[in-house]
């Protein structure tokens, strides 16, 4: 067991959750979190290690996060739960619940709820074959879409964890290791894209834009009918923001689809409204198993989904979100 990662993972929940964090609060926990047995010692010279490599801060025995300890700790905190983490997940009964109950008929997948899916289905069958998925993730909602509409997806992701587990889950599916910054020179083989609540990560969304129109364009065939791309993008705001930025075409990437096409190559659909439903939802759910996870020994599970959960359904209830799919006509493209 790689103590380091346990270790930076839990603290950074615990920070989240609590104001108070000492070492003995770290310890305490570990073996609730993650079910595993480890002796103080192990976890207090962790806590110091971490301390002098000027990850985190030490206090009255209260710990802190640096600005450094803080990047790591989210790097580390990702590439956790698509590895220890899922394996968690694996073996926990309670965690099975949750996501066949969340997954179930008319469950969620990603962030996707069954009107978000049958639009995509609904587009993806009007798009140029193959598709590419960018930010793939671990494939579920590529397999969904690919078996729903008949259609030919492969995936591309940054995360080796999530595409190894995507290869294994759903092997008659092809996903690569890529970056959407850089998309690949797939000219002649990607006839349209999908991107599904992954946009929010490059570095430049211009350019991905841009790129994925280029590379449609050079495939456009005889047909024009139908779509180059179809994304699925929300924006969150915080207390105070200027509420014009959550209409479709003030968001960053309406933005610059705007900037980039006619104003009739574009649609979008608003799924605003099925936000608050799916994090509610989601939170309701974990609440009613909080105590299972804690007595299964795999709080880990319960604490890594509903810091995000518990935040998003806040923004959602205070209408400080948006999420549309939008679509390219591939005319315009
Ligand atoms: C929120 S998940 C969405 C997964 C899936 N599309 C869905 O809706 O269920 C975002 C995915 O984007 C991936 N990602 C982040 N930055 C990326 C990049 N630069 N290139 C490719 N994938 C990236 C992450 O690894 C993650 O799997």
């Known amino acids: 067991m790689d103590l380091h990662r346990y ?8 920070l989240k959750s609590s104001h108070r964090v000492t070492p003995e609060l770290v310890y305490q926990e570990f073996e609730p979190y993650f079910g595993l047995n480890v002796d103080p010692e192990s976890i207090f010279r962790e806590l110091e290690h971490l301390e002098s490599r000027g990850f985190i801060s030490m206090e009255n025995d209260n ?54 899916r049958d639009f995509l289905v609904e587009a993806l069958g009007r798009c140029q074959q193959p598709i ?4 793939c993730g671990d494939g579920s909602l590529t397999n969904i879409l ?20 995507a290869s294994s889950r759903f092997p008659e599916i092809a996903f690569f290791r890529h970056s959407m910054d850089e998309l690949p020179d797939y000219g002649r083989e990607v006839g349209s894209f999908l991107a599904v609540d992954s946009l929010y990560f490059v570095q430049s969304l211009e350019k991905t834009i841009l790129d994925m129109a ?10 024009t009918e139908g779509f180059g791309m179809v994304m699925v993008f929300s924006t969150y705001g915080m207390e105070g923001m200027n509420t014009e ?14 900037t980039i096409f006619p104003e009739k190559a574009l649609e979008y659909t608003d799924f605003t409204c099925s936000e608050l439903d799916v994090w509610s939802g989601k939170l309701d759910l974990l609440n009613q198993l909080k105590d299972e996870y804690y007595r299964e020994n795999t709080a880990y599970l319960f604490w890594d989904r509903s810091n995000e959960v518990s935040l998003m ?21």
Request: one cysteine or more; hydrophobic letters at 35%; aromatic letters at 6%.
């Open 146 to 165: 690919s078996t729903r509409s008949g259609r030919a997806l492969a995936g591309i992701d940054i995360s080796q964890d999530a595409l190894d587990l």
């Open 214 to 223: 280029e590379i449609v364009k050079r495939k456009k065939s005889r047909s």
């Open 63 to 116: 710990l802190s996060l640096t600005d450094e300890g803080r990047r790591i700790a989210h790097e580390t905190m990702i590439s956790f739960s698509f590895h220890e983490g899922y394996e968690i997940s694996v073996r926990s009964e309670t965690d099975r619940t949750f996501l066949h109950r969340e997954h179930g008929e008319l469950g969620i997948v990603g962030l996707t709820d069954e009107l978000q």
């Open 313 to 333: 359904a806040k923004v959602c209830q205070n209408k400080l979100n948006s999420r549309y799919g939008y679509c390219v006509r591939l005319a315009e493209c």
């Open 132 to 135: 590419l998925d960018l930010g």
């Open 245 to 258: 930025l959550l209409k479709p075409w003030n968001n960053p990437l309406g933005k610059i689809l705007r």
């Open 7 to 14: 270790v930076t993972v839990e603290l950074q929940s615990l």
